[in-house]
């Protein structure tokens, strides 16, 4: 085990930090009706179960493996961030997620907030929130190279921030996708928190280190290992 402390905590946003509320399925149902997969039978009930089993990952690079067309895969996706960002101002945060992040920020541990969504629709998520200051930097896949369940985003967070080694990055989010970035990133915790998408045990077979109820007990994790 490592003796340096954690000095990054690398966040998901929907389902980790930010309540979904079913957000990001309304969306993908009208991105599915845009790209033409009919509304009822197999094709649409098969892709809902995909969207569902990805969750976390970038948002083009789930409809390029659901469409098999690029021009399609680009239309849903321009569908699916103008349907999330109109979705956006009902968001809300988990509860006690800005009073985590604030805990951690003045322990001296950085944050990021990170997602699969694009810029503009993170942008949009943050200014419903009110939280465009709350964290030292905040990511897309876009500006890291690559989207879950790749390391980018989290190794381009440690990189920015100067932070010095993976070891000192904890990595917090909801889906198998988050579990694999993070390890993937070779960060010394990766947590699951149960708010969102997927359950304990899909969290635990991805590799989970730790499991939380949410962000305010991982921040607790965070802070006991700090002092």
């Not at 990170?114 to 998520?125: A, E, H, I, K, N």
């Not at 980018?152 to 967070?157: G, I, K, Q, S």
């Not at 928190?193 to 949410?214: C, N």
Request: proline letters at 4%; aromatic letters at 4%.
């Amino acid at each position: 085990m490592s003796e340096n402390p954690i000095k990054l905590a690398v966040l998901d946003m929907a389902g980790t930090t930010v309540a979904d509320g079913g957000l990001v399925l309304r969306a993908f149902d009208a991105a599915a009706t845009a790209a033409g997969i009919p509304a009822g039978g197999p094709e649409r009930a098969e892709a809902t179960q995909y969207v569902l089993d990805t969750m976390g990952q970038s948002k083009i690079t789930v409809f390029r493996a659901l469409l098999d067309d690029e021009d399609r895969a680009q239309l849903a996706n321009r569908s699916f961030e103008a349907a999330y960002e109109e979705f956006a101002a009902e968001a809300t945060p988990i509860p006690g997620a800005a009073e985590a992040i604030t805990r951690l920020r003045e322990a001296g541990i950085k944050v990021a907030l990170t997602t699969g969504f694009s810029r503009g629709t993170q942008d949009r998520l943050l200014d419903a929130l009110g939280w465009r200051e709350i964290a030292e930097l905040t990511l897309c896949p876009a500006e890291a190279g690559r989207g879950r369940p790749y390391p980018d985003m989290v190794l381009t967070a440690l990189l920015r921030l100067e932070i010095d080694a993976v070891d000192q990055v904890a990595v917090l989010g909801d889906t198998a996708s988050d579990i694999t970035t993070g390890l993937a990133a070779g960060a010394r915790i990766v947590a699951g928190a149960l708010t969102g998408a997927h359950e304990e045990d899909l969290l635990r077979d991805a590799g989970a280190t730790h499991i939380v109820p949410s962000v305010v007990e991982f921040a607790d994790l965070l802070l006991a290992q700090h002092t």
